[in-house]
């Protein structure tokens, strides 16, 4: 599969947790090119659970199915990039690589509270960890936001 064809599967596992009523956030685990470990999409609202973030969820859901706290030899792959929770939960997990979508500049207003602090927070996240996330940016990276927009109104 490769990391473009991951990542496409993270957006759209997005752009399907939006139909279904949910935030417009989706995670796949994979191992090597192409070894699907697991996959996660954001519940938070269904579950009130702030916690309940794709990435999240998808490190919980792989570490289920392999049988351990540590998932180093995969890659996170996301619809858009971590928040600090996710980030940092990726790190505490051994994941070796993020790769995400969508920029945080590209989130809409999701209804939902969001400390602006966090975004400082991700900020010092990445500086202490540059070399483990990367972006391969995605024009369909948009399409799970335009679509949560779209049914708000």
């Not at 064809?5 to 939006?18: D, G, I, K, S, Y």
């Not at 351990?68 to 070796?96: K, N, Q, R």
């Not at 540059?130 to 990276?141: H, K, M, W």
Request: aromatic residues 6%; contains cysteine.
């Amino acid at each position: 599969m490769g990391d473009l064809e991951l990542l496409r599967q993270a957006v759209e596992l997005a752009r399907v947790n939006v139909a279904e009523g949910q935030l417009p956030f989706g995670a796949v685990i994979a191992r090597g090119d192409d070894e699907v470990v697991a996959v996660g999409v954001n519940t938070s609202l269904r579950d009130n659970d702030p916690s309940a973030h794709g990435e999240v969820e998808a490190i919980r859901a792989a570490c289920r199915e392999l049988g351990t706290i540590t998932l180093a030899g995969t890659t996170l792959y996301t619809s858009c990039e971590p928040c600090p929770i996710c980030h940092t939960i990726a790190i505490a997990a051994e994941v070796d690589r993020i790769v995400y979508a969508a920029p945080k500049e590209w989130v809409p207003d999701l209804g939902t509270p969001f400390a602006p602090v966090l975004f400082d927070i991700q900020a010092a996240a990445r500086q202490l960890d540059p070399d483990r996330i990367s972006q391969i940016e995605l024009p369909e990276a948009r399409e799970p936001f335009a679509a949560f927009l779209e049914q708000r109104r």
